[in-house]
């Protein structure tokens, strides 16, 4: 009886390597020759992911019932990345990232666009985006801050071909 029992409390966990991914369930290969294709994929809430084949997925199977298992688990040492200890990061397999690390939080988008939108299903300006430094203040690099510029815009008049002469200095933008 014990050993039947062992045997069965083996059949509850398994580690493999991802064969098809699909959005709700994976087929994966286990020990060397158990393919299994009824495993539902479990992800942690507000968190979504697409692994790639030949990921590990870390598999449990409720009963020890080999029909039907959870990913619980899936990861991938590919795309693995290195971290400094207590650092977190969210990475795909093109080398795009956002790290919270020791330094400060770092998005690299991998030479692709970082876009911020309303809602991820609709490609729309953003209403407000608050930052508490001037984000694109190059002066460090010979030029002027964003708000100088937008100062000399401001200020600017210039000859007009009509009888006037000059331009007025342009109406003042509400902050």
């Not at 020759?33 to 598999?59: H, I, M, W």
């Not at 964003?146 to 002469?165: I, K």
Request: charged share 25%; with cysteine; net charge negative.
């Amino acid at each position: 009886m014990s050993a039947q029992i062992w045997r069965r409390m083996q059949l509850l966990f398994a580690h493999g390597v991802g064969l098809l991914i699909g959005n709700e369930k994976i087929q994966a290969r286990v020990l060397s020759d158990e393919t299994l294709g009824n495993l539902a994929r479990v992800e942690p809430y507000g968190f979504s992911y697409r692994p790639k084949p030949g990921c590990q997925p870390y598999l449990v199977f409720p009963g020890g019932d080999r029909s039907y298992g959870l990913a619980l688990v899936i990861g991938d040492k590919r795309y693995q990345m290195e971290l400094e200890e207590g650092e977190v990061a969210l990475h795909d397999d093109q080398g795009q990232s956002v790290r919270l690390g020791r330094s400060g939080i770092v998005i690299d988008g991998a030479g692709k666009p970082v876009t911020i939108t309303n809602t991820p299903e609709v490609l729309a300006d953003t209403p407000l985006f608050k930052c508490s430094g001037d984000i694109l203040d190059n002066a460090g690099q010979g030029g002027q801050t964003m708000s100088a510029m937008r100062e000399l815009y401001d200020r600017h008049t210039h000859q007009e071909n009509d009888v006037r002469g000059q331009t007025a200095v342009p109406t003042q933008r509400t902050k």
